[in-house]
């Protein structure tokens, strides 16, 4: 199994500013997710975080609203960029460690 | 596209009581299928993994079956507790485009009364 230190566990931020979000993998994941999950809704995938390349993002997300980062093969960052209410979500890093996937405790974002 | 369908969206049972919850994909070409736990505002916990070739698999209290070929699993939860009452997802893992696809159900909101 893997254990995945996903941190802030929350946040409140003021529209327009920034937020980075950090992921420890305590083992060397195959593949790394960010996931994000709108009050009510299920999970939606935004991008894959790839080692050392730029992500692979998903329809209807960007890099310059999301930009990602993996250095190596057991930390990822996820950056909502000049953000907006409508950004207020639980963000989800995940790993997976042959088919099987885990994932942090959740960074919920308030935006104001 | 593959789709995930959890039904019921809510259920609520007294305390001790045993109960199912329902798990449907659309398409049956997955690898494995994964139940999660979600509390409220927090992260997911893997639960159990099924893969595809298995029926079935057991942990403590809970047991999950798959049934690829009618796209069904379903997830065993006996003499429940309060501590159950949280989000339950299923979610499939198949392959397209190149990259392995993990797709979620909405869930299944789980009320146990003491």
């Known amino acids: 199994s893997a254990v995945i230190s996903q941190k802030p566990s929350r946040d409140i931020c003021q529209r327009g500013t920034s937020l980075t979000i950090q992921c420890q993998v305590d083992s060397q994941v195959t593949m790394m997710f960010w996931y994000r999950q709108q009050p009510g809704q299920s999970l939606t995938l935004i991008a894959t975080?790839?080692?050392?390349?730029?992500?692979?993002?998903e329809s209807g997300f960007v890099i310059d609203k999301f930009p990602i980062s993996r250095p190596n093969l057991t930390f990822s960052t996820l950056t909502v960029s000049n953000m907006s209410p409508e950004d207020s979500s639980i963000y989800l890093c995940?790993?997976?460690?042959?088919?099987?996937?885990?994932f942090g405790q959740g960074t919920r974002l308030t935006v104001v | 596209k593959q789709e995930v369908t959890q039904i019921p969206a809510a259920l609520s049972v007294p305390e001790g009581e045993n109960l199912v919850l329902n798990c449907s994909f659309t398409?049956?070409?997955?690898?494995?299928l994964q139940w999660f736990r979600q509390d409220p505002g927090k992260g997911l916990t893997s639960l159990l993994l099924i893969q595809s070739s298995q029926r079935e698999q057991t942990s403590g209290r809970l047991n999950a079956s798959l049934d690829k070929s009618s796209g069904r699993s379903t997830l065993y939860i006996a003499a429940s507790q309060p501590g159950d009452s949280v989000t339950y997802l299923c979610a499939v893992l198949n392959s397209g485009a190149g990259s392995y696809q993990l797709t979620f159900g909405k869930g299944t909101k789980l009320s146990v009364i003491p």
């Open positions: 398409d049956s070409a997955i690898y494995n």
């Open positions: 995940s790993g997976r460690l042959n088919t099987e996937a885990f």
């Open positions: 975080a790839n080692q050392g390349s730029e992500a692979t993002y």
